[in-house]
C-alpha cells in the first residue's frame, strides 16, 4: 500500500511538471495571432493564465480552439506535448485508479473480517430486567 501511495504521488508531481514545464515554454513561445479577439492583445505574449490554459486543455484533450499554436516551434511542441502528455495523464489516472480499487479492497476485506467477528460471538444478549 506504501508503494501505491508513493507512486500516485510521484504520477501527480510529474503531471504538476508537465504542466508547469508546458506553461512556460507556451508562454515564451507563444503570441496571440493578429485575429485575436482583443486587439490590445494582438501580436503580445500569451499571459501565463493563457498559456496554462492550453497547457491544460491540450492534455485533457479538451482543445476548445480559441487558443491554438501560431508559431512553428510552438506547433511542433505542442505535437510532442500532446502525445507524451496525454500518455501521461492517461498513466496518472491509472495508477490512481489501481489505488482506489486497493483501499476498497482492503476496506471490503476490513469489514468482512468484522462481520465474521460478530457472528462468532453470537446474537447480543438482551438486557437483564431489575427485580
Same mark, same amino acid.
Given at each position: 500500500?506504501?508503494?501505491?501511495?508513493?507512486?500516485?504521488g510521484?504520477?501527480v508531481?510529474?503531471l504538476?511538471?508537465l504542466?508547469a *514545464?508546458g506553461?512556460?515554454?507556451f508562454?515564451?513561445?507563444?503570441?496571440?495571432?493578429?485575429?485575436?479577439?482583443?486587439?490590445e492583445?494582438?501580436?503580445?505574449?500569451?499571459?501565463?493564465?493563457?498559456?496554462f490554459?492550453?497547457s491544460?486543455?491540450?492534455?485533457?484533450?479538451?482543445?476548445?480552439?480559441?487558443?491554438?499554436?501560431?508559431?512553428?516551434p510552438?506547433?511542433?511542441?505542442?505535437?510532442?506535448? *500532446?502525445?507524451?502528455?496525454?500518455?501521461?495523464?492517461?498513466f496518472?489516472?491509472?495508477?490512481?485508479?489501481k489505488?482506489?480499487?486497493?483501499?476498497?479492497?482492503?476496506?471490503?476485506e476490513?469489514e468482512i473480517?468484522?462481520?465474521?467477528n460478530?457472528? #462468532? #460471538?453470537?446474537?447480543?444478549?438482551?438486557?437483564?430486567?431489575?427485580?
Amino acid at each position: 500500500m506504501v508503494e501505491t501511495k508513493i507512486k500516485v504521488g510521484f504520477a501527480v508531481l510529474l503531471l504538476v511538471v508537465l504542466l508547469a *514545464a508546458g506553461t512556460i515554454a507556451f508562454h515564451l513561445l507563444e503570441t496571440y495571432p493578429p485575429n485575436y479577439w482583443d486587439e490590445e492583445m494582438r501580436g503580445k505574449q500569451w499571459t501565463p493564465l493563457d498559456a496554462f490554459y492550453f497547457s491544460a486543455i491540450t492534455l485533457t484533450t479538451i482543445g476548445y480552439g480559441e487558443l491554438h499554436p501560431t508559431t512553428e516551434p510552438s506547433k511542433i511542441l505542442t505535437v510532442f506535448y *500532446a502525445i507524451f502528455g496525454v500518455a501521461l495523464v492517461l498513466f496518472v489516472l491509472s495508477i490512481i485508479a489501481k489505488w482506489y480499487v486497493q483501499r476498497s479492497q482492503q476496506f471490503e476485506e476490513h469489514e468482512i473480517q468484522r462481520l465474521k467477528n460478530m457472528l #462468532r #460471538r453470537g446474537p447480543p444478549l438482551p438486557p437483564k430486567e431489575e427485580q
